[in-house]
């Protein structure tokens, strides 16, 4: 189905989901190039099926939309989300772009900016939090006006309140594939307004689309309700 510019794909129950973004990860890794990663609880299972799939990531360059500012061992940094779940399950692994969660926010996000620069990205997986933020991308936040970095400091808008570092709007938009990944009850509300009605700084995923390329959101039936119900 379509919602205005986004292809939308709906699975029966989280599990579904993830595996079919899962394939979308490991076709990208077979045809190498540049993949941001997110974290979080839902894309877990698709990394994990992503490495089952394809176990040769070595023509990949894999990048974060964001991390929190966290040291990499830490269990709410998403580096380790990934690692554990993707990067430690690869015999022929990626080159890793990690922010480093362990500095200062801002002295962070200008290492990012500069290792990041010119940066075109050939898949950008993403989620969706209940108040409509996608990457560190917060409603009506600073991050959002930025279109001259490639990454900035965010403030934390959401659990766990941390500083956080994010790529920007003009970033993500570059993937020819920006898939977003979107399970629960819980994000139904934003799901219908990220894809459901017109961009809108309150929602930052509806400012996220490809601007080269497809955009694609892979939703269990519970995140999907609100927005199956207004399309009918």
Same mark, same amino acid.
């Given at each position: 189905?379509?919602?205005?510019?986004?292809e939308?794909?709906?699975?029966?129950?989280?599990?579904?989901?993830?595996?079919?973004?899962?394939?979308?990860?490991?076709?990208?890794? $077979? $045809?190498?190039?540049?993949?941001?990663? =997110?974290?979080?609880?839902?894309?877990?299972?698709?990394?994990?099926? #992503?490495?089952e799939l394809? /176990?040769?990531?070595?023509?990949?360059?894999?990048?974060?939309? @964001?991390?929190?500012?966290? /040291?990499?061992?830490?269990?709410?940094?998403?580096?380790?989300? !990934?690692?554990? &779940? *993707? *990067?430690?399950?690869?015999?022929?692994? +990626?080159?890793?772009?990690?922010?480093?969660?362990?500095?200062?926010?801002e002295?962070? %996000? !200008?290492g990012?900016?500069?290792?990041?620069?010119?940066?075109?990205l050939?898949?950008?997986?993403?989620?969706?939090?209940?108040?409509?933020?996608?990457a &560190? *991308?917060?409603?009506n #936040? /600073?991050?959002?006006?930025?279109? @001259?970095?490639?990454? !900035? =400091? %965010?403030? #934390?808008?959401?659990?766990?309140f941390? +500083?956080?570092?994010?790529?920007?709007?003009?970033?993500?938009? =570059?993937?020819?594939?920006?898939?977003?990944?979107?399970?629960?009850?819980?994000?139904? @509300?934003? !799901?219908?307004? %990220?894809?459901?009605? #017109?961009?809108d /700084?309150?929602?930052?995923?509806?400012?996220?689309?490809?601007?080269?390329?497809?955009?694609?959101?892979?939703?269990d039936?519970?995140?999907?309700?609100?927005?199956?119900? %207004?399309? =009918?």
């Amino acid at each position: 189905m379509m919602a205005g510019d986004v292809e939308v794909r709906i699975a029966a129950d989280p599990q579904e989901a993830a595996a079919i973004a899962g394939f979308d990860l490991a076709k990208a890794a $077979q $045809q190498g190039g540049h993949i941001a990663v =997110s974290g979080g609880s839902t894309p877990r299972p698709a990394y994990a099926h #992503a490495a089952e799939l394809e /176990p040769d990531w070595s023509a990949v360059a894999v990048w974060f939309a @964001d991390e929190r500012c966290v /040291p990499p061992d830490d269990s709410r940094s998403n580096y380790r989300l !990934v690692r554990e &779940s *993707l *990067l430690d399950a690869l015999p022929q692994p +990626p080159i890793v772009h990690r922010i480093h969660g362990e500095l200062e926010s801002e002295e962070a %996000a !200008v290492g990012y900016d500069e290792i990041a620069a010119g940066l075109q990205l050939d898949l950008a997986l993403l989620g969706i939090g209940p108040d409509g933020h996608t990457a &560190s *991308l917060f409603p009506n #936040a /600073p991050a959002l006006d930025a279109r @001259d970095r490639a990454a !900035v =400091s %965010a403030d #934390a808008g959401f659990e766990p309140f941390v +500083p956080r570092v994010t790529l920007t709007i003009p970033v993500l938009c =570059s993937a020819e594939l920006v898939l977003f990944l979107v399970a629960g009850e819980d994000k139904a @509300d934003a !799901v219908a307004r %990220a894809f459901g009605g #017109a961009p809108d /700084p309150g929602v930052p995923a509806s400012l996220v689309r490809s601007a080269r390329g497809r955009t694609v959101a892979v939703l269990d039936r519970a995140a999907a309700s609100r927005w199956e119900a %207004a399309a =009918s």
